[in-house]
């Protein structure tokens, strides 16, 4: 079965850093495009920051950009989402994701990813 689990999140001070963290088992992790998605209460889930799984192309929303960084491990299963200068509206649950290709078009659509983790609260306060 495969298993996507996320840590790293809590509750932070804006202006603080946070560093997410997502190890995957039971599937061909390096074969795998990465993202990060979050959703926030009463909000539609949206990619943040999402990696292929080759070369290393990348994505990252225009909120995220310069504060947000992915980055993945494939000898360790896992992916990384380091984020500096957190702001009050990145509260969510994030969550990682995979799925097994890349389209510049959709990448940052949830429907495109096949599996899930459980996500991680993070909260950070004004």
């Known amino acids: 079965e495969v298993q996507l689990v996320e840590s790293g999140g809590g509750l932070v001070q804006a202006g603080e850093s946070l560093r997410l963290s997502c190890a995957a088992s039971?599937?061909?992790?390096?074969?795998?495009?990465i993202g990060w998605f979050r959703q926030a209460p009463g909000k539609e889930r949206e990619g943040v920051s999402c990696?292929?799984?080759?070369?290393?192309?990348?994505y990252t929303t225009d909120s995220a950009k310069g504060r947000f960084a992915i980055s993945r491990d494939n000898a360790k299963n896992t992916v990384y989402l380091q984020m500096n200068s957190l702001k009050p509206e990145d509260t969510a649950v994030y969550y990682c994701?995979?799925?097994?290709?890349?389209?510049?078009?959709?990448?940052?659509?949830?429907?495109?990813?096949?599996?899930w983790g459980q996500g991680t609260q993070v909260t950070v306060s004004s």
């Open positions: 039971e599937l061909p992790f390096e074969d795998y495009t």
């Open positions: 994701a995979v799925q097994e290709g890349w389209s510049d078009y959709d990448v940052d659509k949830p429907w495109m990813y096949e599996y």
């Open positions: 990696m292929s799984s080759t070369d290393s192309r990348t």
